[in-house]
């Protein structure tokens, strides 16, 4: 059964940093990729970046380049996603998503959520 | 960035009711759009991949469709577990972009 599992809640201060995990089961991992999404209360979900899994070739969204780096453990069937420099308005459920195919950017699964929170 | 503008924004709507949700794009996205219920604590759920496929396991009452720039996620006979909000998202190029989504209330 395919599963993805992300890891807790967290709660941080702002400038802080948080790396969100996803481990994944019930299939290859390394023949698909990643696609991370995050949404804010009240918003439309906002993409992230995307990853492959076995190569790990990144697409980072524009606005959360420099400040996101997504990973890969292959060993563990685990993706990650590190956020850096956090501000209030970087709260929001982060979630991971399995891509149908390598190329395809559109998710078939998704991780139940991670909600963090940003507050001083 | 693509845009894509979801409309409305909520409804409400009885059980047994035709439903239709539009999702027009910015640009031409040629079938690259798939369509997602999400319901408040779960993860989003595939409906519709490439504007019409019925992902598996999804039930038949679900249609997609596509014209130009214009896209509708049909449900032909609104059931309890439809409750939702519901987006579009394309993939016909990066940055990946979602819709503003729509919530279908109970009337």
Redesign the interface.
Known sequence: QLQLVQSGAEVKKPGASVKISCKSSGYTFTSYAFSWVRQAPGQRPEWLGWISAKKGETNYSLKFKGRVSLTTDTSTSTAYMELRSLRSDDTAVYYCGRDRALGSAWSDYWGQGTLVTVSS | AIQLTQSPSSLSASIGDRVTISCRASQVITGSL?WYQHKPG???R?LI?EASTL?VGVPSRFSGSESGTDFTLTISSLQPEDFATY?C?Q?YN????????TKVESK
């Open positions: 798939v779960e993860p989003p595939l991949y992902e987006y998202q993939f990066f940055p990946i972009t979602f819709g503003g989504g």
